[in-house]
């Protein structure tokens, strides 16, 4: 079985390649039975779509390659705290953890401003495990908004 940190790793694999095109790098997997079953990263700026965070596109993959939205025995990595939306989409997709990396303090809703994943008047509630390669998550987030900062000086 391999670990919280290896699979952190492939969900940063994908933030690497949300940042080659210029989208805030975050990236997500979702893992069943020791396998990676879905992977994707941020497009909201390519696509214009609100809703094209990483961890709501891994998750219609999955539902799509398991053919239910029920998504049951699996695990979401992914390398920023869940937003609110994406919170929410945890919650109705039944994932039962969701391991994620760099807190977000403007947005986090898996324990930073509150934590809807593991709020008991859900009916449904997903384990979270935090701080996973924070560093590394955070790094990439920090310098993608260093250069966009420098670029926009220019």
């Not at 695990?75 to 977000?104: K, N, W």
């Not at 593991?118 to 996973?132: C, K, L, P």
């Amino acid at each position: 079985m391999e670990t919280h940190e290896f699979y952190m790793k492939k969900a940063i694999e994908e933030a690497k390649k949300a940042e080659k095109m210029g989208e805030v790098p975050i990236g997500a997997v979702i893992v069943k039975d020791n396998e990676v079953i879905a992977s994707a990263y941020n497009l909201r700026e390519i696509t214009q779509q609100p809703i094209a965070h990483a961890e709501c596109l891994a998750i219609r993959e999955a539902s799509r390659k398991l053919g239910t939205w029920r998504l049951t025995g699996c695990t979401l990595y992914v390398t920023l705290e869940p937003c609110p939306m994406c919170a929410g989409a945890i919650i109705q997709s039944r994932l039962d953890a969701v391991v994620f990396g760099a807190y977000d303090p403007k947005a986090g809703c898996a324990g930073t401003l509150m934590n809807l994943i593991e709020d008991e008047r859900f009916n449904h509630r997903a384990d979270v495990i935090s701080g996973v390669l924070e560093d590394s998550c955070g790094q990439l987030l920090t310098s993608f908004f260093r250069k966009l900062r420098e670029k926009r000086r220019r």
